[in-house]
């Protein structure tokens, strides 16, 4: 007897594989508009400013879907699942993923975004694109629109919390400013009543009391350059008035809204809070991403076994 055969949409915002497709990938993000010279550069001095000049951030992504088919079929050994990827920015794109699920002849699916907060800007908007796509070639697919409270992830963050607090040698954990951040979006969020802010602070809430943190506060990070407002305070902000207003002189940076080594961990947080931080006289750390931990990899299978009623 055959296997119940799932195909999994593994979906997230996407980078650029090598150097030489930076230009098309912003042209993607712009919506079919090219970068000025100025822009393209502003973006290529980022990737080659990353440790180890252009960091592999697709084989992160790769990972994490390997690891995440391996999880599910270990965990879940009575089902046969097969992971595809589905990218909104970069080659295989989302309506790539989901064609190929249906040429492969997968009939029933699930789509997981590696992100685990929900807005209708950032997941709403990835599981759009695969509805749209999938409806007409007959698959059926369901959607995990969020897991930012499973215990498993919440572990995970707060274990390295942990061991990053071990890194401020003889200064008492109170005395430590710890910071949730997150990818900022448009403030019109807002109006919409979106669920995201709320769940970003669940979340931060969860890690720091199973951390034991109680010196915590929440900003966003990596704004886009726009004429409309985006969410703040801004990290960088954050840093400049806690220490001019309150003198804190250490920081623990926690990107809660990344599950992975990328742009915005490698060079927002690595690269300009550093940079910030050491003019400022200030002892600034940031926690480990997820990246394939295992504890994550179970978060993800568990949301997706979830939506086949198996968990």
């Known amino acids: 007897m055959s296997k119940r055969r799932i195909g999994v949409l593994v979906m997230s915002y996407g980078t650029p594989e090598s150097m030489d497709q930076i230009e098309a990938y912003y042209t993607h993000i712009r919506r079919g508009s090219p970068p000025s010279p100025e822009q393209l550069k502003a973006l290529t001095d980022r990737y080659e400013r990353i440790v180890g000049g252009f960091f ?90 969020s897991y930012h409270l499973h215990p498993l992830l919440i572990r995970a963050l707060s274990e390295r919390v942990a061991v990053a607090l071990e890194r401020f040698e003889g200064i008492p954990k109170e005395h430590v400013r710890v910071i949730f951040s997150a990818h900022s979006l448009p403030e019109k969020i807002l109006e919409m009543r979106d669920p995201y802010p709320d769940q970003l602070l669940a979340s931060s809430k969860a890690v720091a009391e199973q951390a034991g943190v109680t010196n915590w506060q929440f900003a966003w990070q990596s704004a886009g350059q726009t004429a409309t407002p985006w969410l703040g305070p801004d990290i960088l902000d954050v840093l400049e008035t806690i220490h001019g207003e309150e003198g804190v002189q250490n920081v623990l940076l926690c990107p809660i809204g990344f599950v992975s080594d990328h742009l915005e961990v490698l060079y927002d947080v690595d690269i300009e809070c550093k940079a910030l931080a050491k003019r400022l006289g200030m002892h600034l750390e940031r926690t480990a991403s997820l990246n394939t931990d295992p504890l994550y990899m179970k978060t993800l299978s568990d949301a997706v076994a979830d939506q086949l009623g198996q968990a």
């Not at 994490?64 to 089902?79: A, D, F, I, M, Y």
């Open 56 to 145: 592999p951030l697709r084989e992160n992504t790769n990972r994490q879907v390997e690891e995440l088919e391996k999880t599910l079929n270990r965990e879940h050994p009575e089902l046969e699942f097969k992971c595809y990827q589905g990218l909104k920015h970069a080659s295989p794109f989302i309506e790539d993923g989901v064609k190929q699920m249906a040429a492969d002849g997968i009939k029933e699916a699930v789509g997981v975004v590696l992100a685990p907060h929900y807005s209708v800007m950032s997941v709403g908007g990835y599981i759009k694109r695969a509805q749209e796509t999938a409806k007409p070639l007959g698959l059926n697919i369901r959607f995990v629109k």
